[in-house]
């Protein structure tokens, strides 16, 4: 374990010094300022802000991001419900009750729509979320997090392993970090998508973090939209933002919230 826990620490330098001793590779350790980011994103994650957080800093596994998370947990920087998870070697920090009804809301009221990438379609679609094997990984998805609920405080991570292999891994990250969108293509007969030289309308969602006295804004969300398809997903996106807005309310740790839009071609999507 790495326990962090001074009395005449700030709240600041805790998170730094919880990252730089449990999430170093090598001889390597995050630097301050991805110390402070990942700091504002499990803040995020804690506060119900998003679901979830897609730990790629740096090669540190999902045992270092176990400890990492233990030590904010005893020096009470955040709440202990938080749960790490492994999923086919993707590492998670996961607020278990919100990406729960984030996943429910997508069977009860169309609130995420998928849209359908297939490299074989001239141009992304809408897809149905609760046809055949879209619905039957979302069904496997909600089972796993109503399970979370049940666990204590984990002193390992929770690996996610053959019930996984079939999942559209793009598809469940976008329902677990909280996109009002997410992509879905046929993974068994290609990886490849319809996106090249697409626009895209990318939605960017940051704020400041109050323990950071520097006052950095960080961003929260990222996710991007076929600029083709922004009429029919315009409610989805909407109602995201209002509910984002409202959460946001309802703490004070993070201010400034900033939803920005920008549009963007690129000769190749990797999803």
Request: aromatic content about 6%.
């Amino acid at each position: 374990m790495c326990d962090v826990i001074s009395a005449d620490m700030s709240a600041q330098e805790l998170f730094v010094a919880a990252a730089r001793k449990c999430l170093s590779v090598g001889r390597k350790s995050p630097s301050v300022p991805q110390s402070l980011d990942l700091a504002a994103q499990v803040s995020a994650v804690d506060l119900g802000l998003k679901p979830a957080l897609l730990y790629d800093s740096n090669g540190a596994n999902a045992d270092q991001v176990q400890q990492y998370l233990s030590s904010l947990q005893s020096s009470q920087l955040v709440s202990r419900s938080l749960l790490t998870l492994d999923l086919n070697g993707n590492t998670l920090i996961v607020n278990p009750l919100t990406v729960r009804s984030n996943v429910e809301q997508l069977f009860r009221d169309d609130s995420v729509a998928v849209i359908d990438v297939r490299h074989s379609l001239e141009k992304p679609t809408i897809a149905d979320p609760l046809r055949g094997e879209l619905k039957s990984m979302t069904q496997d998805l909600l089972l796993l997090l109503r399970g979370f609920e049940q666990l204590k405080e984990a002193e390992r991570p929770h690996h996610v392993g053959e019930e996984s292999e079939q999942w559209n891994l793009c598809t469940v990250f976008g329902l677990l970090l909280g996109y009002p969108v997410t992509y879905w293509f046929d993974q068994t007969k290609s990886f490849e998508n319809c996106l090249s030289m697409t626009p895209l309308m990318v939605t960017t969602a940051s704020a400041t973090w109050q323990a950071d006295t520097a006052g950095h804004t960080y961003c929260l969300y990222s996710f991007s939209v076929p600029a083709v398809l922004l009429k029919a997903v315009q409610s989805n996106l909407e109602n995201w933002r209002l509910h984002l807005q409202e959460r946001f309310q309802q703490q004070n740790v993070l201010k400034d919230l900033t939803v920005r839009q920008t549009t963007v071609t690129l000769p190749s999507v990797c999803l």
